[in-house]
């Protein structure tokens, strides 16, 4: 079975979304800042242990969650493994190795990230991993 070519607005939201992976990569949050919608949201899901846990509505707290995350972790390995772009909406799977600045301790989990997008601008993030390794670092 092949698999069905992308629409023009999916190569353009898959675009969008690995230059946003490769800012993050890079620490540079104002670059990640260019692919965010107007009126962004993201949904990183766990308890208030984890420095960055929380939804954040606009482009204000959004900047904030991704410098809170950069802040807070070492970043030793941040691999997407798989892009799968459908319609308005961007999939992306990986794996993690974080190191928690303020224990020391290590995160490692698989991640799945769901990603909406408009015009190519991320409009909602949804962050899903193994918060019960994040807890035990940040604990």
Known sequence: MQAEALTGEESRNL????????????????RIM???????????YGPSVIPYAGTYQGREECARFFETVLSSVDIHIFEPEEFIASGKKVIVT???????????????????HVIDLDGAKWTRFRDFMNTAEAVAAFS
């Open 15 to 30: 675009e969008a979304t690995q230059a946003l992976f490769a800012a993050f990569g890079e620490g540079d949050v104002p």
């Open 34 to 44: 260019t692919y965010l919608a107007g009126d962004p949201r993201i949904e990183f």
């Open 94 to 112: 990986g794996r993690l190795h974080l190191t928690a600045r303020a224990t020391g301790r290590d995160i490692r989990s698989d991640f799945v």
